[in-house]
């Protein structure tokens, strides 16, 4: 069992940037690949980015790609999504998920936990 935290959200201009983080308050995220996925209002849950359990292959929702980096500490048992260049649209809950399928899936379906999320809001 995997329980996740995910923290660093908040009100930030457009332009500006924030760090999420997704801690594992209990049990160890070194087996699993990693996700953020948002879910603006009105509007389904969507990938965002996603890592593989030893951080080497990536992946990116096209919309964030190239502003987005996400990245991962397993001595830590935390991931982070670093938010550059943020837009109105990128407001969002976002949230953590860790997954257990061998490759980074950007599907909701292949994801097995999931934390509650963290509000992002981008003021224009």
């Known amino acids: 069992q995997v329980q996740l935290v995910e923290s660093g959200g908040g009100l930030v201009q457009a332009g500006g940037s924030l760090r999420l983080s997704c801690a594992a308050s209990e049990g160890t995220l070194s087996s699993y690949h990693m996700g953020w996925f948002r879910q603006a209002p009105g509007k389904e849950r969507e990938f965002v980015a996603g890592?593989?359990?030893?951080?080497?292959?990536?992946k990116y929702a096209d919309s964030v790609k190239g502003r987005f980096t996400i990245s991962r500490d397993n001595a830590k048992a935390t991931v982070y999504l670093q938010m550059n260049g943020l837009k109105p649209e990128d407001t969002a809950v976002y949230y953590c998920?860790?997954?257990?399928?061998?490759?980074?899936?950007?599907?909701?379906?292949?994801?097995?936990?999931w934390g509650k999320g963290t509000l992002v809001t981008v003021s224009s």
């Open positions: 890592i593989s359990w030893s951080g080497g292959n990536t």
């Open positions: 998920a860790a997954g257990s399928t061998r490759y980074v899936s950007r599907e909701i379906g292949d994801m097995r936990y």
